[in-house]
């Protein structure tokens, strides 16, 4: 075989002018994953002030680092929002208005911000009062996953509130693959969630979770997978979980009138599909192993075994 | 204790000589994980242009840079392949002919590359069909981990096809360590794949897929584990999935003559280890959870809640 | 809306003074997380020679190489525990003594090193012999994150024993984000051990863990959720597993008395909340899976297709 680069280009070329749908070579600018990482980075170090920099910054420091973090963060983020609403523009928006409306919602975000800060200590203390292995509340912020991701979720809900599309989901997107964690912008999420260990716990978009509710790994709060798909969008599709809630390992909640009642519990790795009233223990007929001693000769799955 | 800073390291010089198998000093160049990591990303840039660098790219730009970037990543990826082939040569090569062999299958490789495209066309068209949060393709390629995914696993295919040996896996497992989805590059995958969510999910190395197949967060498609271990190597010991099969979180498929037949429906949490026929419904017997008021006094398990 | 620069920044000033606990202007410095995962990668370097480095280590450079490195990871990391103990000082321990503590525990901890290598062989074996995907142990060091995460878990666990606070766990939760493998560094872990593709799986701080165990994907060793949180620390909570146990994907094991006896088999799914006798064989009553044709009326859940 003896293709060129010339060809190898050609070849590309042809490939990028014939299938449609995955380049983007003369259309409206993207926002860009990159940028919008650093930008969320930042976020972080404005919400966790002294928690991220690698040495710890004094009282007297504070008001100029902070306002010069503010200053660089508008900026940037300003334009990443301006590129998705000229990408998705919100219903109703004039294309002028654009610019106007970027620097806003830009604002108007920013000084939101105080008012998640209120929120994530309440998701901090729910951490380290619900788990035994945490040291302190400065480990739990250090070291534990799930802060950064909730912070990440409980930022990108304020740009989804206002239709600013693409850019919350690339945000929690980028959480997802650093906690394992999977939050959608659109959930709303009340006071002092935890979610232990993180990995593998999706929450969907349309999901309601009261306050003080307890997730654990592996977790799913999903929809149906109704024939429709995209005609779906918009609905109600994922449940609905009522204060003071926990789930445990593996456990599957389907569906968007699903409710599970204040004060439930659910053990892990059940599947269920339909509402439990308040005060419900939900556990698997499964929760009855089967234990055989592997000499038995009736063992089912014998080539189950290492 | 008053050790030396060349006492600790005649006592690592010792270890090193006296536990052999996972240190490499003196042998082949293994290939580099951080090398291929680099390369792997230029191969999304030349597969998606236009999506992962800061700023949009022209028409009028992209003859010059895809042939510049082509140019780069088949020198580098060259070198790793050659690295791959010397430690591991494929059945029948001689040591002699292992550079032009390595050259050649990375022409081969780049060749292949526009039918990856057109794979990978149908795999965006399944995501943003199948899922009513996601708001437009442009948002499923940007923000969606499953993307990256399925790209870097049809690229490695390309090359675990070749028996190119360590370089394909390395690629996959930068993927899984992204995204939480681990895709074998052995794997054989149809169009419009999907898996939604992403974490947790594992495809083994001799899974068989059709086409228009959608899984979802923690599923298992994975082997016996039966005595024999590296016996095993080669043999097809993971699931068989035919056209059109939705398979729900956390469900688990096992073993090589495990066929799901085409149009089925495997619920969560299901744990099957043999075929079902075209066109079934598989749920589990949990279906049926318990739900118990928590105030009963019979509830087995009440040191369970919270 | 019409806030400055000035106005957010004194709204989030306010913030920080009114809100406490999860910032950290004046305090002790905390360990730094990013300096920590440098340390970590360093570490690693010492414990697989040859594996991280760009290129080929040859035996002339190694006791030069070895002993610069060690230096240089000597002064760090000294650094990070002295933070740590003056953040959480070792009961008993007075805080003139901790720069002299920090010194000697550094020294003690990189001593201890070639004995974690020699665990970390058993592990690379266990690997490899238990993974007929596996080609070569250095496939194994190179691609599987099942190696990177156990080497941090023994780095940690080494640390944790001398009951360094912070740090041991911001080491296995950077370990945490890359292979979805969630080690506490208090869980002690017997010779040859092997989690299979990781995502998801769980081992908690007070788990026990025997010789030869293989744990697959999403497998949970966990603690109930009792009343209590904070009152339960230090409690053994998390189960024992005895040697030769092998627990298949999914399967969640509760509980500090719940003790898999040796040899036993647990399958995917399971929710075991007791103990089982030696060579027991766990299966869900869920093996009995329904079967169902779609087109039978009689199907329970029929919006439960896609």
């Known amino acids: 075989m003896n293709v060129t680069v010339t060809q190898l280009t050609n070849e590309f070329l042809d ?63 300003e334009g ?9 523009p919100p219903p109703g928006a004039k294309k002028k208005d654009l610019p106007g409306l970027a620097r806003q919602w830009t604002l108007e975000f920013l000084a939101s911000l105080p008012n998640v800060r209120d929120l994530l200590c309440t998701d901090v203390e729910a951490a380290y009062n619900g788990d035994p292995a945490a040291l302190s509340k400065e480990e739990v912020i250090l070291a534990y996953p799930f802060v950064e991701a909730i912070a990440v979720q409980r930022l990108a809900h304020e740009l989804h509130r206002k239709q600013v599309a693409l850019l919350p989901r690339i945000m929690t997107e980028w959480a997802h693959s650093r906690s394992g964690l999977d939050l959608h912008p659109g959930a709303r999420i009340g006071t002092h969630f935890f979610v232990d260990h993180c990995t593998g716990t999706v929450v969907g978009e349309t999901t309601d979770i009261g306050s003080h509710v307890k997730l654990y790994q592996g977790v799913g709060l999903v929809a149906r997978s109704l024939a429709g798909g995209q005609a779906l969008r918009g609905q109600k599709r994922h449940p609905t979980l009522e204060d003071r809630v926990t789930i445990y390992a593996g456990a599957t909640i389907m569906g968007g009138d699903t409710v599970i009642g204040a004060g439930s519990t659910v053990g892990a790795n059940v599947f269920l599909t339909h509402s439990v009233p308040a005060n419900s223990l939900v556990i698997s007929e499964d929760a009855k192993v089967k234990v055989m001693p592997k000499t038995d000769r009736n063992v089912p799955i014998l080539d189950f075994q290492i």
Chains 1, 2, 3 share one sequence.
């Open 80 to 88: 990443q929002i301006r590129r998705s609403l000229e990408y998705v």
């Open 15 to 77: 490939s990028y002018a014939r299938v449609g749908g995955i380049n983007h070579l003369d259309g409206k600018n993207l926002p860009s994953k990159r940028e919008i990482a650093v930008i969320t980075v930042d976020l972080l170090r404005l919400l966790f002030p002294g928690y991220f920099a690698e040495e710890v910054m004094h009282l007297s420091q504070v008001k100029t680092e902070t306002a010069t973090l503010i200053e660089s963060v508008l900026v940037r983020l």
